[in-house]
């Protein structure tokens, strides 16, 4: 459509010239540990999670997830309400909103490409591929029973779909199933481009499988990712699971694998052979014993 006043928008590409990345996990998966090794690179930002682009209403933070739907989809939004509004217009506002902000901190710590971590937004891929089709995208994964066990105690519920839980391991374990499933499934749908990791093989040869993922994002070799933390980073606070995990373990190690083989009751295990086995198999865990 053509006016004699139109506002040229530019395309959702990044102001910096390297596409971003969006690290996807259920918490608990090792996600911190990877964002930390990740903007120790001395060219990639990595900062604290960003609740504020796809959290839905039910948290505390509103979203530019929710503000896009209601745009876009409500009688009263920009689209339905206003004649020469079109959806992708709202999309590609939101994608420049996005990545103006965050390459604005990339280049703050003199770095040329920006990447995000919020757990939940691997539950919220469509409407990042929507925002960000060029974007790299990066999914680590962990055993179900150990993120399960490890999300156990951290909160007092934890968010399913679009409502809240009590914190259990039946839940947690759930929750594993359920949104490692969708993100296979949108994923596949949308034909996306990204690298799987496992957390296992992370933390016993970190030096093999972040060299395979810097082979995907196209980036140079750094010894720095091994040493996250000797690295400056950014946080919001310390009481999160994952930052605390980070900090007190001060090291790479592999202290937290298969920790299901001696925690399990004969109720998880009956619990976890009747709702996660046939995925845990397929990611390629051993059977539940």
Known sequence: M????????????STLEPPPIFILGVPRSGTTLLRMMID????????????????????WAPSLRSLTRFLTRNEWG???A????????????????????????????GKIQWAEKTPRNIIALPFLYQ????????????????????????????PISDKKVKNNYKNALKRWVDWNQKFCKDAKKVNLNYIS?????????????????????????????LEPHAVEHDIVTMKGA??????????????????WKKELNWLQKRTTKSIAEETLLKFGYEPTM
């Open 2 to 13: 053509e006016t004699s006043n139109q506002v040229q928008i530019g395309s959702n590409k």
């Open 40 to 59: 120790s690179h001395p060219e990639i930002m990595c900062g604290p999670e960003a609740p504020w682009i796809t959290n839905q209403q039910l948290d």
């Open 78 to 80: 920009a689209v339905k």
């Open 82 to 109: 206003f004649k020469g509004v079109e959806q992708d217009l709202i999309y590609q506002l939101m994608a420049n909103f996005i990545d103006e902000i965050m390459s604005a901190s990339a280049r703050s710590h």
């Open 131 to 158: 925002l960000f089709p060029h974007a790299k995208f990066v999914h680590i994964y962990r055993d179900g029973r150990d993120v399960a066990l490890s999300t156990v105690g951290k909160w007092k519920t934890i």
């Open 197 to 225: 990791i496992r957390y296992e093989d992370l933390v016993t040869s970190p030096q093999t499988e972040i060299g395979k993922l810097l082979e995907f994002l196209e980036v140079e070799w750094s010894d720095k990712v």
């Open 242 to 259: 994952g930052m605390q995990t980070f900090f007190n373990r001060n090291s790479i190690d592999t202290a937290s694998l298969y920790r």
